[in-house]
Nanobody, 114 residues
Framework: QVQLVESGGGFVQPGGSLRLSCAAS????????MGWYRQVPGKKRELVRH???????DYADSVKGRFAISRDNAKNTVYLQMNSLKPEATAVYYC????????WGKGTLVTISS
């Protein structure tokens, strides 16, 4: 069993920044990939950013140049640095980890509003 603990969500004004973190624990041999997804009411969950075991990243065009993903392998933790936040980025953000099977976090709410 693998468990994920997310933190860092909250309220921020447009143009501000937040950093999300996700720590994995449990029966972990290796983490092939980690990432962040987001979801708003009435819409499907979508990829924000993703990072592989080799360090390469994938991201949605909408966050290019504004959101950065990083990881600390020793702590089994992934981070999402979000800069220049826009109101449309308001969503519940979910951590995802693949260790041979899919594991999802419970989600952390990010609200961008004046």
């Amino acid at each position: 069993q693998v468990q994920l603990v997310e933190s860092g969500g909250g309220f921020v004004q447009p143009g501000g920044s937040l950093r999300l973190s996700c720590a994995a624990s449990g029966n972990i041999f290796s983490i092939a990939s980690m990432g962040w997804y987001r979801q708003v009411p009435g819409k499907k969950r979508e990829l924000v950013r993703h990072i592989t075991s080799g360090g390469s990243t994938d991201y949605a065009d909408s966050v290019k140049g504004r959101f950065a993903i990083s990881r600390d392998n020793a702590k089994n933790t992934v981070y999402l640095q979000m800069n220049s936040l826009k109101p449309e980025a308001t969503a519940v953000y979910y951590c995802y980890v693949f260790t041979g099977r899919d594991t999802w976090g419970k989600g952390t709410l990010v609200t961008i509003s004046s």
